[in-house]
């Protein structure tokens, strides 16, 4: 899953990744609810958090 994606990806990657809009992305990384941190005024985005988020949202057991 997300092969071309490398594995911290940017708030434009996470955008095609979820097919949200750049407002709900900060949303949801200010929310906590997805793994990720900041670097300075720079989101770092886990790849792999991503993907938990996913199989989360979608009510899938998680690997």
């Known amino acids: 899953m997300f092969e071309q994606y490398n594995d911290l990806v940017t708030v434009e990657d996470l955008c095609e990744m979820l ?3 750049k407002n709900a992305a900060y ?3 200010a929310s ?4 990720c941190f900041r670097s ?4 770092k ?6 993907i938990e988020y996913i199989k989360t949202q ?5 690997e």
């Open 19 to 21: 097919s949200i809009g």
């Open 27 to 29: 949303k949801l990384l």
């Open 32 to 35: 906590g609810e997805l793994k």
């Open 40 to 43: 300075n005024r720079i989101w």
């Open 45 to 50: 985005i886990p790849k792999q958090g991503v």
């Open 58 to 62: 979608s009510n899938l057991a998680i």
